[in-house]
């Protein structure tokens, strides 16, 4: 199995500021023939299902304000979030989808206010 | 716009089986994959299989042999069956869309609390 690994668990950030979150999979989730990294960021808010923000790695699901953006190539991943909103207090969670089975999520990144 | 509705029992003694049903509406259940997700209360997401339309399914190796997935087109409703259920199998269960075997998942239900305790 690919294991996924965030830093850190947790992170509190003023709002306005800068917020950032990185992934880690053990190995490299790049298809380089197809040159695209099967990376996924999602945010779930309490008692709500988790929501795809950032897929490819850096592609920004419609409707997902451009303050999120996703970098990264191989095995390490960042989400940042450019000016923290308090609507963006969340737990972020990295996937892979290149290797099946098992899709598998990073442990998830707590995002608070400062 | 697409809705998944998670269904089932709440709650489910330990060495039986856990039943759900996610109903798919405003939308096709053909040519998409369809998988679910549990999260124990507390902790993070874990993959356990998806279902092709066709009925062609895929497991996690951690789960694979107490897992049963379904599908009924007809009904726009896919299935999961999880037998000899333990505590640690308490958490909440999310049905989920992808568009194939090598893309994230883009629609979840809002997911189902199971619990199990005799």
């Known amino acids: 199995d690919i294991v996924m690994t965030q830093s850190p668990d947790s992170l509190a950030v003023s709002l306005g500021e800068r917020a950032t979150i990185n992934c880690k999979s053990s190995q490299s989730v790049l298809y380089s023939s197809k040159n695209k990294n099967y990376l996924a960021w999602y945010q779930q808010k309490p008692g709500q299902p988790p929501k795809l923000l950032i897929y490819?790695?850096?592609t920004r699901e419609s409707g997902v304000p451009d303050r999120f953006s996703g970098s990264g190539s191989g095995t390490d991943f960042t989400l940042t979030i450019s000016s923290l909103q308090a609507e963006d207090v969340a737990v972020y969670y990295c996937?892979?989808?290149?290797?099946?089975?098992?899709?598998?999520f990073g442990q998830g990144t707590k995002l608070e206010i400062k | 716009q697409v809705q998944l509705q998670e269904s089932g029992p709440g709650l489910v003694k330990p060495s039986e089986t856990l039943s759900l049903t996610c109903t798919v509406s405003?939308?096709?259940?053909?040519?998409?994959?369809w998988s679910w997700i549990r999260q124990p209360p507390g902790k993070g997401l874990e993959w356990i299989g998806y279902?092709?339309?066709?009925?062609?399914?895929n497991y996690n190796p951690s789960l694979k042999s107490r897992v049963t997935m379904s599908v009924d087109t007809s009904k726009t409703q896919f299935s999961l069956k999880l037998n000899s259920v333990t505590a640690a199998d308490t958490a909440v269960y999310y049905c989920?869309?992808?568009?194939?075997?090598?893309?994230?998942?883009?629609?979840w239900g809002q997911g189902t609390l199971v619990t199990v305790s005799s």
């Open positions: 989920a869309r992808h568009s194939d075997g090598y893309t994230p998942f883009n629609y």
């Open positions: 996937q892979q989808y290149y290797s099946t089975p098992p899709y598998t």
């Open positions: 279902i092709y339309y066709s009925g062609t399914t």
């Open positions: 405003g939308g096709s259940i053909s040519t998409y994959y």
């Open positions: 490819w790695a850096s």
